[in-house]
Each structure stands twice: as structure tokens, then as C-alpha cells.
């Protein structure tokens, strides 16, 4: 198989791992408005360190724009954005300094996509005093962080030799 095929059908099936996580996730209770593990984060995790920050954008993309469609609304498809993008922007940072492990770069990437989402609610409400719900979103958001970056982190030592391009 060429190689741009082979990286095309690894990230596909990325993308549909992520979005079965997202529907799993959905069934999980929340212990607070907003709070969720993340669980599709294990995949974007093993992405970006497999493939990249093009391709974990991609992944993460589609998945937020897919899950959005299936499951969610256009409300949901704006936090989700937001929440990955500045997600994303900091774990790439992070991941680049290679001074950080998947936990470290997993937990800031937790923390970022609180922050955004957060940002995103004090806008569509049009008041600034969700923002004092920050700190618990970041706590949450931490606790989250570190367990998908455990998971993510099994994940890349036990499929050391996947590599989605040469």
C-alpha cells in the first residue's frame, strides 16, 4: 500500500476511534455542568505525537464537526471548536519544547479547552460571571488531563512502530 494511503486510513480510522469515544463519553454522567474526561483526547494525543499537529487538527477537526452534526448543535459544535483549537495550539506548543510527557502536554491541553469553552459560554450568555466557574473547570480539566495523558501515553508505548508517515 502507498504510503499517503496507508497514512490516509490511519487517521481515518483515528477519526472514527474518536468519534466512538465521543458517543461513549456521552453516556458517562458529568459530576459537574461542562466537566467530561475527554476520553476522544487519548486518540488526538496519540496523533500528534504519532503524525503530528496537521493531523491531529484534522482528526480533531473532523471529529468535533462530526460529533457536533450526530449528536450535538451548532451550540455545541462552537464550544467544541473552541475547546479544540486553543487545545490543540497549546499541546503542539507544549509537545514541541519536548520537555513535557503525554501527561504534562494532555493535562495543559485539558486546561486550555476549558479556558476556551469557558470564553465561549461568557460570550453567548453575554455576562462575564460564568468565568468564576473557571476554577473548577480547570480542576476538572487537569483531573481529565492526566488521565487521558496516561492512557495516551500506554497507547504510544504499546504501538511504538505505528507511524503515519515515513
Known sequence: MK?????LALLGMCTAAAMILSYVESFIPSLS??????????????VLYRAGWVSAGAVSLIRVVLTALSFGSMLSLAYGLAGAV???????L???????????VSVAGGVAHNTAQICVAAVVMGTRQ??????????????A??????????LLARLPQTRFAE
Request: no cysteine; charged share 10%; aromatic share 6%.
Open 3 to 7: 504510503q499517503r494511503t496507508r497514512t
Open 33 to 46: 455542568p461542562g466537566l467530561k474526561i475527554g476520553l476522544p483526547n487519548i486518540v488526538i494525543v496519540f
Open 86 to 92: 486553543l487545545s490543540l495550539l497549546v499541546m503542539t
Open 94 to 104: 507544549l509537545r514541541r519544547t519536548q520537555t513535557f510527557s503525554a501527561v504534562g
Open 130 to 143: 460564568i468565568l468564576y466557574y473557571l476554577p473548577i473547570l480547570m480542576i476538572g480539566g487537569t483531573v
Open 145 to 154: 488531563g492526566i488521565l487521558v495523558g496516561i492512557a495516551g501515553g500506554i
